[in-house]
């Protein structure tokens, strides 16, 4: 079975520094998608970005990037500038079939 | 455009009590999930379902049962509730094919408490 592992259960930044969050997941398949969503206090789950396997090439989403070393099987998620609004939780989740989910990092950003 | 909406948004149920869940989506995908959500956990698949009339069970489904009679609805029950059913719910929605096809589009969630 696939898991996703997320080993940091809390990290903090400072606003305007940039912060990464580690994702690992385990899988023996090649073609999969990975994703991070972000949960505020309200609870809605939103992607903040998507990464193909068979994609090289690093998603970026304004200030959001991620690093994907397939085989490593590892899928970080960098936040540049940090802004007070990026406190959340985030979730680093794995696609083939279905969706399984890493338990989540608490990011917690000081002014 | 309402997206995915979910009714509750909080329920307390005392143990043996049932209860459904409402999931509505106004985007026609095919693809419909129910998701539990505990402390330290992350969310796990309870049921999902490919398509009207279809269900399929997830890593988490005893205790549940789902049924998805219009694409647009996905019900999730509880027959006899146990304290340890207490979670936030979420419902999701995603399109069978195209470029939307692996992302999933979430509910608002629903607290329910059994005591």
């Known amino acids: 079975a696939q898991t996703v592992t997320q080993s940091q259960p809390e990290m903090s930044v400072q606003e305007a520094e940039t912060v990464t969050l580690s994702c690992t997941y385990d899988?023996?398949?090649?073609?999969?998608?990975l994703f991070w969503y972000k949960q505020p206090p309200s609870r809605q789950m939103i992607l903040v970005i998507r990464q193909e396997a068979y994609k090289q090439q690093n998603a970026t989403e304004n200030r959001f990037s991620v690093n994907f070393q397939k085989a490593a099987k590892s899928f970080s998620l960098k936040i540049s500038d940090s802004q007070l609004g990026d406190a959340a939780m985030y979730f680093c989740?794995?696609?083939?079939?279905?969706?399984?989910f890493g338990a989540g990092t608490r990011l917690t950003v000081k002014p | 455009n309402a997206g995915v909406t979910q009714t509750p948004k909080f329920r307390v149920l005392k143990t043996g009590q049932s209860m459904t869940l409402l999931c509505a989506q106004d985007?026609?995908?095919?693809?419909m999930y129910w998701y539990r959500q505990d402390p330290g956990m992350g969310l796990r698949l309870i049921h999902y379902?490919?398509?009207?009339?279809?269900?399929a069970k997830g890593e988490v489904p005893d205790g549940y049962n789902v049924s998805r009679l219009k694409k647009q609805n996905f019900l999730l029950g509880l027959e006899s509730a146990a304290p340890s059913q207490t979670s936030v719910y979420f419902c999701?929605?995603?399109?069978?094919?195209?470029?939307?096809?692996?992302?999933?589009?979430f509910g608002p969630g629903t607290r329910l408490t059994v005591l």
């Open positions: 989740a794995y696609k083939r079939n279905d969706m399984r």
């Open positions: 999701a929605s995603s399109s069978a094919s195209g470029d939307e096809y692996n992302e999933q589009f």
């Open positions: 985007m026609n995908h095919e693809y």
């Open positions: 899988t023996s398949e090649s073609d999969y998608y």
């Open positions: 379902s490919v398509g009207e009339g279809t269900t």
